[in-house]
């Protein structure tokens, strides 16, 4: 079946950088995009950008330029996120989800990421 | 302070109908029909409930149904049961940020 496995939680500092990663498994990884969303605790889903694994192409909220790399590896069908310059209210759990013609499915099971001193 | 605009809580009794609402502008729901749904129960991952508006994935109950007016679409759940107690929300292509946004949720709460 469709699946995307995430990483396991972090735990990180102000002012350090996380990288998720999000593994897909059962169809083809090039023929969808990958996008990823955050929800800070007790708050609503934020999309933060979106991958095309068969040619590289990004798009990043406009919240995050300049402090998130969105990429993948082909070759084990995984996509990652990088956020950089991490502050208190990046904490959050960060979800991968296959996005297709404009909506999402499935989704992974959510990275919980902490940033505390 | 979301891009889409949703009721912060919903309520019913089971058997009721219940239609959660999520309004926003010409350059997002009322712009294409890149329309969707999501349930998250707590501690969970979203659940693709909608999409395209009004169209059902495979295995989500004929319960569910979704609708568009404008620049607000609308997602009705008929036969309210207490496993429908959760957060939903909804989701539309923004063309002017070429981007997808997300409406703030709303809490269902089966009494």
């Known amino acids: 079946q469709v699946q995307l496995v995430q990483s396991g939680i972090e735990v990180k500092k102000p002012g350090a950088s996380v990288k998720v990663s999000c593994k897909a498994s059962g169809y083809t990884f090039t023929d969808y995009g990958i996008t990823w969303v955050r929800q800070a605790p007790g708050q609503g889903l934020e999309c933060m950008g979106w991958i095309n694994p068969h040619n590289g192409n990004t798009k990043y909220a406009e919240k995050f330029q300049g402090r998130v790399t969105m990429t993948t590896d082909t070759s084990t069908s995984t996509a990652y996120m990088e956020l950089r310059s991490l502050r208190s209210d990046d904490t959050a759990v960060y979800y991968c989800?296959?996005?297709?013609?404009?909506?999402?499915?499935?989704w992974g099971q959510g990275t919980l990421v902490t940033v505390s001193s | 302070q979301s891009a889409l605009t949703q009721p912060a809580s919903v309520s019913g009794s089971p058997g009721q109908s219940i239609t959660i609402s999520c309004t926003g502008t010409?350059?997002?729901?009322?712009?294409?029909?890149?329309v969707s749904w999501y349930q998250q129960h707590p501690g969970k991952a979203p659940k693709l409930m909608i999409y395209d508006v009004s169209n059902r994935p495979s295995g989500v109950s004929d319960r569910f149904s979704g609708s568009k007016s404008a620049n607000t679409a609308s997602l009705t759940i008929s036969g309210l049961q207490t496993e429908d107690e959760a957060d939903y929300y909804c989701s539309s292509y923004r063309t002017s940020s070429i981007s997808w946004v997300f409406g703030g949720g709303t809490k269902l709460t089966v009494l």
């Open positions: 989800a296959r996005e297709r013609a404009g909506w999402f499915d499935p």
């Open positions: 010409t350059s997002d729901v009322g712009g294409n029909n890149y």
